[in-house]
């Protein structure tokens, strides 16, 4: 089973920009649907999904700001986060939707935005 780790939050001030990273322990290649989720105290919402073959989707709340990418040689997912907003502020995973949705998601540690405004 892979394991997922995420990093690159951090503090920045609003209209800003981060970039996020995660690492996973072994191969992604056969992941197809991968997902960035956002979690404010409550339940984690899927804010950016890329699926192979299909492209990518995102929520409402971050479309045209948010970009999802991967690299399959590296096992690592992206997400590039601009003009950053307060409500953005929150944990930030990744993980493999399927699994999810399957009721076994291994989480990883998280890696927090604080967007000060």
């Known amino acids: 089973q892979v394991q997922l780790v995420e990093s690159g939050g951090g503090l920045v001030q609003a209209g800003g920009s981060l970039n996020l990273t995660c690492t996973a322990s072994?191969?992604?290649?056969?992941?197809?649907?991968m997902a960035w989720y956002h979690q404010t105290p409550g339940p984690r919402d899927i804010v950016a999904t890329i699926?192979?073959?299909?492209?990518?989707v995102y929520a409402n709340s971050v479309k045209g700001r948010f970009t999802i990418s991967r690299d399959n040689a590296k096992n690592a997912l992206y997400l590039q986060m601009t003009s950053l907003k307060s409500e953005d502020t929150g944990v930030y995973y990744c993980?493999?939707?399927?699994?999810?949705?399957?009721?076994?998601?291994?989480w990883g540690p998280g890696t927090r935005v604080t967007v000060s405004s």
């Open positions: 993980n493999d939707v399927r699994r999810v949705a399957a009721g076994r998601p291994n």
């Open positions: 072994g191969s992604i290649s056969d992941i197809d649907v």
């Open positions: 699926i192979t073959g299909r492209g990518t």
